[in-house]
């Protein structure tokens, strides 16, 4: 059963993962320009508030997180909220911001881009090291979501939302390079968009789905969708394992885009959800510092 771990309001919750050295879940508003850490045992929530829309967010080794704005990274140290910047990206493209994303196995920081009114293909996949050095890995995208890593690293699942598809790349677990793109799922129309992923220690994709009142998993092999979970909003935007054994599915959801009518029907929308499954999930990778051309 789902149940509400912080009922809030948020305009376009997105961005979860769980941070296992704080015992905190982590997740950002994006036009609330907010990134909050929710204590699930106590309730309490913190909440960091940056100058610009916030894309993603992913944990830092060492401390703190990389921030992805409309059209860069800080860094923010989450002991006194204090950020600064670590690299400029798209500055030529003002219709574009940055959205979804997530460190890899090596440490790297995936991070994608998409035109604003989510109608043209301007955006881009990139991949950051340590020192900032970053890779275009795909382009021609137009709103770049979901991703995540098979269990065995070599390979990489992304979505880009108005496709309504899961594709498949190889991935170089060395070099971050990806290859041969290969369609594996398709969600049907009636399901809404996919949005947020993430994998399980069974290797199935969990998807969140937009305008879809759900989270649902799917099979990558054969594209079989095996389960499907409501979710007391219609748009729900990503999830993440966490939890002390990592068997609990956080959920962030949105209110962007609902009528007043749908708002009088869904009042929790923009809240943080989770639900407790019976298959775990790995740990969310951290961006590493050290990682570079020849790591």
Known sequence: MVETVLNTTATLGEGVFWHPKENKVYWVDIYGKEIHATDPKTGSNQTFKLPEYVGTIAPIRSGGLLVALENGVVELDTETGGFSSVLELEKDKPDNRFNDGKCDPKGRFWLGSMCRQGLSATG??????????????????????????????????????????????????????????????????????????????????????????????????????????????????????????????????AREGLTKAQLAEYPLSGSLFAIDLPVGGPEVFFFNESIGPNN
């Not at 498949?168 to 968009?193: H, M, Q, R």
């Not at 054969?222 to 748009?235: D, F, S, Y």
Request: hydrophobic share 40%.
């Open 124 to 253: 881009a996949l990139y991949s950051i090291e340590a020192g900032m050095g970053h890779v275009k890995r795909a382009d021609h995208i137009t709103v770049s979501n979901g991703i995540t890593w098979s269990l065995d690293h070599k390979t990489m699942y992304y979505i880009d939302s108005p496709t309504r598809k899961v594709v498949a790349y190889s991935y170089d677990l060395e070099t971050g390079a990806i290859s041969n793109p290969i369609k594996v799922i398709d969600i049907p129309e009636e399901f809404g968009f996919p949005d947020g992923m993430t994998i399980d220690n069974e290797g199935m994709l969990w998807i969140a789905l937009w305008g879809g009142s759900a989270v649902s998993r799917w099979k990558p092999d054969t594209g079989e969708l095996i389960q499907k979970i409501g979710v007391p909003a219609p748009h729900v935007t990503s999830c993440a394992f966490g939890g002390a054994d990592l068997n609990k599915l956080y959920i962030t959801t």
